[in-house]
């Protein structure tokens, strides 16, 4: 492990607009892991989601998914221009 970078896992929120305003709603969790991989799980514990991107966890929740760890992981920081 000496030397090698490690990359932790981006979290992100899903939301849905309830009542069609501006305020969004927390329906969902996940965190997007190295491979680009994801996992969610709704907040009542009913909806778990393992998908090959942060993405599809969003379509499954039917939500929009909002990254809180930023829009651009440690992956793409580190790939030269």
Not at 1 to 11: C, D
């Amino acid at each position: 492990m000496i030397g090698e970078h490690i990359t932790v896992p981006r979290r992100f929120a899903l939301v849905r607009y309830p009542d069609g305003d501006d305020s969004r709603a927390v329906i969902a969790w996940g965190i997007e892991l190295p491979d680009g991989s994801a996992v969610s799980l709704s907040l009542d514990s009913q909806a778990v989601a393992v998908c090959s991107r942060a993405v599809h966890c969003e379509l499954i929740h039917g939500a929009e998914l909002v990254w809180i760890d930023g829009e651009i992981g440690d992956l793409e920081k580190e790939r030269p221009s």
